[in-house]
């Protein structure tokens, strides 16, 4: 790589990232610029482990393990929440790094294997302190569910992130920027964030020994449960060692059905994203006296006037084991329709990431609008509503489509593939 800028990762490296199995010596870096982009070079290893989900899946139970119109919203939710970044810096590094240049008060060496350790740790441990928060306050927690509002748990919930989460996910992080160089500091951002894209599965059940330490797809399957049992529990992100220590650990028993305990049942993106602070917004408007007034927001999602901080449990709807997941019967062909248009989209993406450097400001945003209009769409159409909303949206949708392609503000990674899409 060129001096000063990011370094190049083999594919083995990679795909080792993903498991947080890098050792110190093929991941530490002097300065930021350095740090490989480990998350979006990994996109390739998410498709590939997706794929292979589906087929152990059908081997082992005969039936895949998703469904199109859920896996569709989880990457659109996984898209809408990486657009910011192509407009800004992540917040995460752009926080950290202001305060490790005013205030550190020492500086442990960026190469040495027991800053590497301690950084890992550090890490993991500001994730479980500020996933915790995230289930008990409810502002918080009107950013996070979007992560636990699928009713299914695959590799593609993974990739369900919220985009409004990491605007106060970086201040748990910055009691490291005291002493532990930025660098060192963006690698284990990653690898933390990578680790727990393959523990959203239930093609594994058990890992033995290893269970007693790391968060593993038996313990991440009880913390996207619903069952009254899982509620609050398994906040680990690579470790689960936090849990066991601070009494939330809870082993998976019955089994777990998934999804939030008042499902929103949408696929629409921006819907799945905003409902909850509409909520709150009606509900503190709602709610007599100032003092209430403020535990609407910062008090657990199940408080009420009356009530322990954190809800009353009771209040937790019975599993009954019979629950039926949203999914709206569409049309074979809408299906086919969705997943090339959405794959058109991802195209796009792409192509987005790998150019955005050499694109004027005004290119961007119109991108990252058709993007988001697009996402939007699909989700409607996945709905199979009864209005002709959906339907009128999309044919808006191609036309500006066909519109902004025409006029070269949108491009695919395949110059060949350019008439195909007017088509």
């Not at 190469?111 to 890490?123: E, F, H, R």
């Not at 220590?245 to 019955?254: L, N, R």
């Not at 809800?311 to 997943?339: D, H, M, Q, R, W």
Request: net charge neutral.
């Amino acid at each position: 790589s060129e001096a000063g800028g990011p370094r190049a990762t083999a594919p083995g490296q990679q795909l080792r990232a993903l498991f947080y199995v890098l050792p110190p010596g093929e991941s530490s870096f002097r300065t930021v610029e350095e740090v490989p982009d480990y998350v979006e070079k990994s996109i390739p290893f998410f498709i590939a482990f997706i794929g292979l989900e589906f087929a152990v899946s059908w081997v082992q139970k005969r039936k895949l393990s998703g469904r199109i119109n859920d896996g569709i919203s989880c990457l659109s939710l996984g898209i809408l929440s990486r657009l910011p970044d192509v407009l800004f810096r992540s917040v995460d590094l752009i926080s950290y790094i202001y305060v490790w240049n005013n205030y550190r008060l020492f500086e442990l060496p960026w190469d040495s294997p027991w800053t590497w350790y301690l950084t890992l740790l550090g890490v993991d441990f500001a994730y479980y302190c500020f996933h915790r928060i995230s289930h008990e306050v409810n502002i918080l927690w009107a950013a996070h569910q979007v992560h636990h509002s699928s009713e299914d748990y695959n590799l593609f919930t993974a990739l369900r992130q919220s985009i409004l989460q990491k605007y106060t996910s970086w201040i748990f992080n910055l009691p490291m920027a005291l002493f532990i160089p930025p660098s060192v500091f963006a690698v284990h951002l990653q690898f933390n964030l990578l680790y727990q894209f393959w523990i959203h599965t239930e093609v594994i059940t058990n890992l033995g020994p290893l269970e007693w330490i790391l968060n593993t797809p038996s313990h991440h399957r009880v913390h996207h449960g619903r069952n009254p049992y899982c509620i609050d529990k398994n906040y680990g992100g690579t470790f689960i060692i936090w849990d066991r220590i601070f009494g939330t650990f809870e082993a998976e028993d019955a089994k777990v059905v998934y999804g939030l305990t008042h499902p929103v049942n949408s696929f629409d993106p921006i819907m799945l994203q905003l409902r909850p602070l509409a909520h709150i917004w009606n509900t503190f408007w709602a709610t007599p006296g100032f003092c209430n007034k403020l535990s609407v927001i910062f008090k657990g999602p199940g408080w009420g006037p009356g009530k322990p901080r954190l809800g009353l449990p009771e209040e937790i709807p019975v599993i009954t084991g019979k629950e039926i997941p949203f999914n709206p019967s569409v049309p074979a062909y809408l299906n086919c329709y969705a997943v090339v248009h959405f794959a058109v989209i991802m195209d796009l993406y792409t192509e987005l990431l790998g150019t955005v450097t050499t694109l004027s400001q005004g290119t961007i945003l119109l991108r990252i609008g058709f993007i988001i209009l697009s996402l939007t769409s699909f989700g409607l159409l996945m709905e199979n509503r009864q209005d002709t909303k959906p339907g009128i949206l999309e044919i808006i949708r191609c036309l500006v489509f066909v519109g902004v392609y025409k006029l070269g503000y949108l491009r695919s990674q395949f110059s060949s593939l350019g008439y195909a899409y007017e088509v």
